[in-house]
């Protein structure tokens, strides 16, 4: 499995650094221009975060992004379960990270792409991996130009 074929979850930060097309990471722009190429999850904590830190326009254009690739994208609104937040509180997570870690836990979610989630990494047997648009990206150039 790839970066391509896996499920994998564009944490909130992403998201917005790609819709204002942040300078400073311009990766997250260019991420979003290749979301045909990916299979996103998006659970309930992240779209609540985008709801906190975006304009309603910019909300709109964000879901129209979404909808140019309805059979990529798969959102959900339910909650995760307790006990997988808990868990990951205890581990050390506040309580929005542990609820998009449980989030991608509970859905086998392979990657979280964030740019400001690594202290995850540091938490054992994450079920999951977590890179920077950067490296989602060169991953995907791989894939693309043939060395998988």
């Known amino acids: 499995m790839t970066i391509a074929d896996d499920w ?3 944490d909130t930060n992403i998201l ?5 097309e942040d300078p400073h990471f311009p ?3 260019a991420l979003l221009e290749r979301m045909g190429e990916l299979h996103v999850y998006i659970p309930r904590q992240i779209i609540r975060e985008l ?3 975006l304009l309603p326009d910019e909300a709109s254009e964000l ?14 609104w339910n909650l995760a379960a307790a006990e997988l937040v808990e868990n ?21 979610v392979a990657t979280l ?18 890179l920077t648009a950067a490296a989602a990206l060169e991953e995907l150039n791989k894939i693309r130009y043939g060395s998988r």
């Not at 879901?63 to 959900?76: M, Q, V």
Request: proline share 4%; net charge positive; hydrophobic share 45%.
């Open 8 to 10: 994998i979850a564009l």
């Open 16 to 20: 917005i650094f790609g819709l204002h």
């Open 27 to 29: 990766a997250c722009a």
């Open 51 to 53: 709801q906190n830190h």
């Open 63 to 76: 879901f129209r992004l979404f909808n140019r690739h309805p059979e990529r994208i798969r959102i959900t």
């Open 88 to 108: 990951f509180r205890q581990s050390g997570c506040k309580l929005g990270d542990a609820a998009v870690a449980a989030h991608l836990a509970e859905e086998g």
């Open 113 to 130: 792409i964030s740019e400001n989630r690594h202290f995850l990494s540091e938490i054992p047997s994450l079920p999951f991996r977590v």
